[in-house]
């Protein structure tokens, strides 16, 4: 399902991963952020999300890949994890804030969570070169995701 | 005081046994078909190695043109159920061996042979062979004496979070057997198949080649072929899997 220019941006960051200090790649930054409560009611980094952008992303085995363990109401899914909640009508139950505080870093609520932190890269172990200091999602992709959780009302 | 202590002892080892017991092997988690297919010989892909093997055998190599069955001799009888007790501790080294270390260890030590690269077709079906002549027999490997810091460090590196999704093995393979993962349903983890013939791959591949792939889907560090971390895990799996049969050549998705 990916397209080209996908594949050209992901060759396009291989490539970086090469010759820059992974410490000079925009991807490491990551954003600060204020939690209350259980959720992170701010955007990170003041960002708007793009609710297409936020499906593609779940949906993408490369970045996402949130249907290995979650159910999701999409099309041409045949094969969906079932280790974890159904996204259905997540966004009906959980507010906008709660959902950026459990993407980032569900952690924080239940230590022994099976979910991952989508935007952390500290305490992390033995993370494969390629993935090292970059956290799952950046700022953006979390708001995108977030963006498109949102819309799973029922 | 002592009975209720010596009846939480007794409650305790119950629990482990339990678990243990309820562990079983991922051949049950396949559809009928599958299942039926690794059961017979014939059409069990596995055992186009495990045949493989058994030419390699009895096969001469190296500088003294020595083969297995000169030492060893039928194999049938002389490696029925060594591999149930591997990875095991070599006395003469004082390492822990997985069965592909022994035969590479017995060529370069006793054969004057070069060692079979790990993942080559030959080394998978000498392996195959040799486990094969366990099939059906229960894993009992020791743990104790030399063997115990390398379960224990095998243990902790299974219930170790790791990789950029921050995931345990025992989190998938104790705390969602069953469930899926995408597609695919999540095993109790227990290392009797192998080597295995996996469908994903069209061909047969060693327990460290399926380590590997579920250190990929973490995305944490793919540690080399024959590592001592994944030997150590090796010999945790073994441990947890004792009293389970070896059914080398496993079929798998």
New interface residues.
Partial sequence: MRGASQGWRAGLIGLAFCFVPPALATEVRIATFEAVGDAIPAPLDGLAGDSTRGQKLVRDRETGNC???HQAPVANE??????APSLAGVGGRLSVGQLRLRLVDQSKLNPAT?M??YHRVDG??????R??N?P?FSAQEIEDVVAWLATLKE | MRSALLALVVLMAGAIAATAETRTSARELLPPELQAQQADDDANPGMLWVTSGQQLWSMPAGANAKSCSECHGDATTSMRGIAARYPAIDAKSGRLMNLEQRINNCRTANMAAAALPYEGEDLLALTAYVAHQSRGLPVSVRIDNAAAPHFEAGRRFYF????????SCS??HD??VG?????DR?SSGLPTAWPAYRLDWQKMGSLHRRLRAC??GV????LDFGSPEYVNLELYLAGRADGHLVETPGLRK
Avoid: K, M
């Fill in positions: 249907l290995i363990c045949p094969f969906q994890g079932d280790l099976l991952p932190a992390l172990t033995r993370v494969a070169a993935y090292r970059r799952v | 170790e979070r790791q990789g950029q999704l921050n995931v989190q998938c705390d969602n469930r899926r993962l995408r597609g999540i250190s990929l995305r944490a560090e793919q």
